[in-house]
Nanobody
Framework: EVQLQASGGGLVQAGGSLRLSCAGS????????QAWFRQAPGKEREGIAC????????HYADSVKGRFTISSYNGKNTVYLQMNSLKPEDTAVYYC??????????????????WGQGTLVTVSS
């Protein structure tokens, strides 16, 4: 059974940092691309970062580019999201996902096959 377990969320002040982790099991991690999405209250889930399975190429949404970094450690079947310079508008439930690639449309929910359960990040002003 494929499972993704996200962790690392919490409460942080604006300007602070957090690192989210997503541990995968039940599949060969390096056969999949991985992504992070987030969903703020009253808003749709949006893709914010993706890392490809072939060459670890990364992609970011404009809203997080330069502040967030996605990385993966295939030996531990884990993908990370390092979040720096956090802003109140980053407050959301963050989800990890696994799928085929970071191709066109990677930032759409329908592009991804497997999802973690979400971890809440709250950024206070």
């Amino acid at each position: 059974e494929v499972q993704l377990q996200a962790s690392g969320g919490g409460l942080v002040q604006a300007g602070g940092s957090l690192r989210l982790s997503c541990a995968g099991s039940g599949f060969t991690f390096d056969d999949y691309a991985q992504a992070w999405f987030r969903q703020a209250p009253g808003k749709e889930r949006e893709g914010i970062a993706c890392i490809s399975r072939s060459d670890a190429t990364t992609h970011y949404a404009d809203s997080v580019k330069g502040r967030f970094t996605i990385s993966s450690y295939n030996g531990k079947n884990t993908v990370y999201l390092q979040m720096n310079s956090l802003k109140p508008e980053d407050t959301a439930v963050y989800y990890c996902a696994a799928g085929w690639s970071c191709g066109s449309g990677w930032d759409l929910v329908s592009f991804w096959w497997y999802w973690g359960q979400g971890t809440l990040v709250t950024v206070s002003s």
